[in-house]
């Protein structure tokens, strides 16, 4: 699971109101080339929450962890291709293999196995 | 990447080992598939560069074709576990790089119209009547730019009213009739292939023509 996909995801259990970002705890990152779209970055700028990519990126085991990333991006950051080479390694070349996803309102965890997060329900969740 | 050569590929992908008939779980061939994406993307530009998600995702087969086709992420959902494990391999063989989530799409999650293009072959409500509806309510929720998914023929009024009225689409358009062989891998099955006319449709999300 790529960063871009866990910005879109938020807690699908019924009646929680504060679901999103959910809090990205990995265990197991891996690495893998993509091509640089410096077009698609721009496109996807304004779709993605800062704050949660962010986030995610500092959280992730040491050895990937992403500490170059500011706090706070505008527009205007998407003229520097330094800044978009970051925001791409960040968003499509760290991929989380293992561990979980946590709901920031109610705690509930959802594991990320093989590189896949299981959000199915229970019965008494949906 | 050429329309043979696309279908050339899809046609190495492994597909359902033990299908679940609750689950109507039948690939789309190589040739239908291949024919989709090909046509999102060379008539409407949609895939090349966009974010796609594959509804039902099954094996694999659209997300993939997607992939070969430079869409810069894609995300497949599906419910059964089985399933998404070859839809990973799958992709792996092929050298190209999808996402899964395992997940019911009723349930589904997401934050606004984050995708751009939502590709899917949904269960045609055979065995649960009205799945193939939520696959589009959802679909239409969370995609910004274009939704292309098959249905059967026989439900193209309702389909198009659904889209419209409840599901609160700009555009409905069926871009072609195809014959869809489901093969004969369900004991209620008699004929060794049942024989049924789909339709490839094209919807298009309401923010679309405003923005435009
Ligand atoms: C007709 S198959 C299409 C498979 C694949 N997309 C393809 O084109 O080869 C329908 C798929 O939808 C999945 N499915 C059925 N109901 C679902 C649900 N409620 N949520 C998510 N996936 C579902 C099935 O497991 C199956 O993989």
Known sequence: ?126 | MKLKQLEGLLGELQQFSAPKVELEQYPTGPHIASRLIHTAENTFGDITGKIVADFGCGCGTLGIASALLDAEHVVGVDVDPGSLEIASENAEQLEVSIDLVWCDIRNLSWKGKCIDTVVMNPPFGTRRKGVDMEFLSMALQVASGAVYSLHKTSTREHVKKAALQSFNAATAEVLCELRFDVPQMYKFHKKKEVDVAVDLWRFLPQSVSRAC
């Open chain 1, 1 to 126: 699971m790529r960063l871009l996909t866990h910005n879109m995801l938020a807690c699908n259990v019924k009646g929680v109101v504060n679901g999103y970002p959910l809090r990205l705890e990995a265990e197991v990152v891996a690495e893998r080339p993509a091509d640089f779209n410096a077009d698609f970055l721009r496109h996807i700028f304004a779709r993605i929450d800062w704050k949660a990519f962010v986030g995610a990126a500092r959280s992730l085991p040491e050895e990937h962890a992403v500490a170059d990333l500011p706090e706070d991006a505008e527009p205007s950051m998407l003229a520097s291709e330094d800044f978009l080479r970051r925001f791409h390694h960040a968003l499509l070349e760290l991929h989380v293999e293992k561990g979980a996803l946590v709901c920031p309102e109610t705690g509930r965890r959802f594991a990320i196995d093989k590189g896949i997060p299981n959000m199915l329900l229970n019965e008494d969740e949906v």
